[in-house]
């Protein structure tokens, strides 16, 4: 049979905390969550202010492709009289709204690339410039501005050459 020596110490440490009380009680995960709620609030905010910015562009895309396509529709129509099909003004009016999105990808890479340094201490795991962030933005902010487009260049394929020729 093997007797178990505990220090005399320890069983003393034992006895004088048997009437202690503790205050708080947490688990592990409350601590950590508790440090950590500034960095994830600022990374929720980070998150929305993005959002924003994504449905502002969007936005601004459309505003711009259907106020182009409100002015041009008797260009538009004259198009059609001529034998444009539908999809040719898709594409016209589409590809007008790819080449926007296109010339603002330079701006946003450059201007992101010097915001970097100021969010790379909110970055945990990613490089500050990764560029297989940049490249997933980029692609976002391309498809957003191509469906932006879709809605004004459908208006446009409904154009009657008729009513739009007659309409001066």
Request: charged share 20%; net charge positive.
């Amino acid at each position: 049979m093997r007797v178990l020596r505990i220090p005399l110490t320890v069983l003393l440490g034992l006895f004088l905390l048997a009437d202690v009380r503790i205050a708080a009680v947490k688990s592990m995960e409350d601590v950590l969550s508790g440090s950590i709620s500034r960095w994830r609030f600022n990374m929720v905010m980070l998150g929305i202010f993005s959002a924003l910015a994504l449905v502002l562009a969007a936005v601004g895309i459309y505003g711009v492709l259907s106020n182009s396509v409100a002015q041009r529709t008797q260009e538009i129509g004259v198009r059609m009289a001529l034998g444009a099909e539908r999809g040719d003004v898709l594409r016209l009016v589409v590809g007008q709204g790819f080449r926007a999105g296109r010339g603002g990808r330079p701006c946003g890479r450059i201007r992101s690339a010097r915001l970097t340094r100021f969010l790379s201490g909110l970055l945990y795991g990613v490089k500050p410039a990764d560029p297989l962030t940049f490249g997933i933005v980029s692609l976002l902010f391309t498809g957003v501005a191509l469906l932006s487009s879709y809605m004004p260049a459908r208006r446009a394929m409904e154009v009657d050459p008729m009513v739009a020729l007659r309409h001066e």
